[in-house]
């Protein structure tokens, strides 16, 4: 790996991060403007033409906001722990293909993929783990109760939706039999979509996905009428953005991940039939990537404000003795379904 | 094979760089007018309780532990489901053993009320 190497990654790394940064600004506000006409209201439509510049000034407005860290707050842990909700936020789409053809840059070929690593899926579940870190450090560094209750509530709900979540992801590798995220979606030809194959590993997934994310119907760490904010009361000034940040591109990760586990990722039925030129080949399987991803985070707006939110109870219920046994199930009725075909 | 994991340290190192940045950034711009009351641990408008570091419900750990039983039998299943159409009928047979050991002992905790939540 040599300069020029470095250099591309450089290039990949710095659009990613410009394109999930916009697209958090516009999701904070296609979500405030959706809840806005579910509620019958007209929600935010004045900063721009339609509202759209809302989330800019809604960021600026904060970067120069007081920056308040509580006297019995551990100063550290309170600073640190944003910064790893950021860095896994961001981190976790490293490995997601956009499209399967190749560009020349550089006189090299180029995949559409920061990282093709062989372990693609296990890097995403470890990442998604190191997420719970993030909230439980800034729930007890903040050294307040409803901070603390909001943290432990986290921790406690994404472990247990993980397991779920890891139980589901092991049927499609069954089907794919590599845990490489390009062999995935290269698998995932035509119509050949995981979602067909695999229909109760894709509803567990997507519901653990949602837990995951902390998005309602599962946002309890942050449940407004008893906890206040949640994990994040004692949070003021960017580092709050920070966790706002982090959850809305935790959102577009969770996206990101079921389009490629799931719904074919770049794939496009039918398009090498056409025999169209590369550059625009590739320009259409990146415009499905992210026509599928759009429609899922739609999809998650439209949940959270038609959906109310579970009691503590009944979300580990679901968590443990539903999610956990027909995960399980599922994992064997795929192994006995693929033996006999 | 390790050359693929560089770009994956460069993403993390970016990101890292730019919470830093911007909570230092921010630090700097915004204004700092600080007294007691706003420095206070927030409860509801009225003076704290005590440290908020007390004990809580052992319903936690339970999860917890729980949860470190079936990630490890989550762990294993991954490279048989990675080699499952090589192993055939006989590693089918094995894992499913594996899976009914556990899930005999899933069934006795929860018997046992160890994810009962009141």
């Known amino acids: 790996m040599d300069f020029t190497d470095i250099l591309i990654s450089l290039i990949k790394i710095v659009v990613m991060f410009g394109v999930v940064l916009l697209t958090v600004a516009e999701l904070v506000y296609t979500e405030r403007r959706i809840s806005a006409f579910i509620q019958n209201r007209l929600g935010p439509n004045r900063v721009g033409w339609k509202g759209l510049l809302q989330p800019y000034a809604d960021v600026l407005k904060l970067l120069l906001k007081e920056d308040i860290v509580p006297t019995a707050a551990n100063r550290f842990i309170h600073t640190l722990a944003p910064v790893i909700s950021i860095a896994v936020a961001f981190s976790t789409l490293a490995v997601v293909p956009i499209a399967g053809e190749t560009i020349r840059l550089f006189g090299r070929e180029v995949q559409m993929v920061i990282a093709d690593v062989n372990i693609g899926v296990l890097y995403i579940l470890a990442l998604t783990s190191m997420g719970v870190y993030g909230l439980t450090l800034s729930g007890w560094s903040s050294n307040n109760k409803y901070s603390l209750l909001g943290g432990l509530r986290s921790s406690a709900q994404m472990i247990s939706y993980e397991l779920a979540m890891g139980l589901s992801v092991i049927g499609v590798i069954m089907v794919t039999g ?80 079921i389009v490629t586990l799931y719904l074919g990722g770049w794939q496009v039925p039918y398009l090498e039939l056409l025999n169209l030129p590369v550059g625009v080949t590739i320009a259409l399987q990146i415009l499905a990537f992210m026509l599928k991803v759009a429609f899922m985070l739609f999809v998650f707006q439209w949940v959270r404000w038609s959906v109310p939110r579970f009691r503590y109870d009944q979300l580990m219920n679901l968590g443990w003795k539903v999610m956990l046994p027909i995960a399980l199930a599922n994992v064997i009725v795929t192994g006995i379904v693929m033996l006999l075909l | 094979m390790i050359e693929s994991y560089i770009p994956i340290l460069l993403i993390i190192g970016i990101a890292v760089i730019f919470g830093v940045v911007s909570i230092n950034l921010s630090w700097l711009l915004g204004p700092q007018r600080p007294y007691r009351e706003k420095h206070s641990t927030y409860e509801s408008g009225v003076d704290p309780v005590s440290t908020a570091h007390y004990r809580f419900s052992v319903k936690y750990y339970m999860v917890a532990l729980s949860f470190i039983v079936f990630d490890i039998e989550v762990v294993f299943m991954y490279p048989w489901a990675v080699q499952f159409r090589e192993l055939g009928w006989t590693g089918f047979v094995v894992m499913s053993v594996f899976i009914v050991v556990l899930a005999v002992g899933f069934i006795y905790e929860l018997k046992k009320g160890a994810l009962q939540w009141d």
């Open chain 1, 178 to 257: 590599s845990l490489r995220l390009t062999d995935v979606v290269a698998h995932q030809s035509g119509w050949m979509w995981n979602m067909i194959l695999q229909p109760v590993g894709f509803v567990t997934f997507v519901v653990a996905a949602f837990a995951e994310t902390n998005r309602a119907p599962f946002d309890l760490p942050e449940a407004e009428p008893e906890l206040v904010g949640g994990y994040h009361t004692e949070y003021s000034s960017f580092k709050f953005a920070l966790f706002f940040l982090a959850e809305y591109a935790n959102m577009i990760t969770a996206s990101a991940v």
